[in-house]
């Protein structure tokens, strides 16, 4: 007897209806709104445009923007790389406990989350005594924002850096520590640019993350106009305001900061798979 091997058809009433459903929805949520918010923007001419985005305040909220940022990639590369090494290299009680930990930025609302900061460091808070008596602030203050932003952020690099890191096993290094090879050159020179393309998106993902945070920040910030404003809270408080244009003038630029992270999201991508 005569073995039928079975292709999958490819329906061509599927794919168009289906190809339809997904540029409708691309073109309603997101190049629709993009292009509105751009119209918007440049609706009072160019000269309100750039009067808007070169405002006081505007520039001191995308300086604490990028700092808050830079100072959150910064530490969860450090404990994205750390914790992953631990989890995957090493064999311990509590593991899976560990990463479900590491997993709660992802099920817990950011405004929780800066409830909990509020809390916890705020008026009244658990350290508020402390803090009180050696001049620390925390909340309403760069560090309160700092932590917000940390918090809600952390998970993205480890959370990359596992699944690659399993993958790859720890034969290399093995080999190399019995070969007489020091824990920090193991990483430097077997573990690291093995992980490297990992770790990149890993930081690109947080990145984004840290650059659009609203909720957290917005509850240990206090909306201190040109102190504890980032570039999305101000949004927010120009747009309450019925300053419309400048709200959306402003917005344009954390589209522009998307638009280029996620350029730099594909190159990695791209990277990524050539060097497979």
Known sequence: ????????????????????????????????????????????????????????????????????????????????????????????????????????????SPVIAGLIFVLTYGRNGLFYEL??????????ALPGII???????????????IPLMESQGNDEEVAAASMGAKGFTIFRRITLPNIKWGLLYGIILCTARAMGEFGAVSVVSGHIRGKTNTLPLHIEILYNEYQFSAAFAVSS?????AVIILILRNIVEWKAKKNR
Not at 2 to 14: A, F, I, N, Q, R
Not at 131 to 140: G, M, P, S, Y
Not at 253 to 257: A, N, R, T
């Open 147 to 161: 932590l917000a932003t940390v918090f809600v952020t952390f998970p993205f690099v480890v959370r990359e850096l």
């Open 1 to 108: 007897m005569k073995e039928h091997k079975s292709h999958p058809v490819e329906s061509k009433g599927t794919k168009i209806i289906l190809l339809g459903i997904s540029v409708l929805f691309l073109v309603t949520m997101l190049i629709l709104p993009l292009s509105l918010i751009i119209t918007e923007a440049l609706k009072k001419g160019v000269h309100a445009y750039i009067k808007a985005i070169t405002d006081e305040y505007t520039i001191k909220a995308l300086q604490l923007t990028l700092f808050a940022t830079l100072t959150a990639v910064t530490a969860n590369t450090l404990f994205g790389i750390t914790a992953a090494w631990c989890i995957t290299k090493f064999k311990f009680r509590g593991k899976q406990f560990l990463i479900t930990l590491i997993d709660l930025p992802f099920s817990i």
């Open 131 to 140: 803090l009180e008596r050696f001049e620390v602030k925390i909340v309403f």
């Open 253 to 257: 630029c954390l589209v522009m900061i």
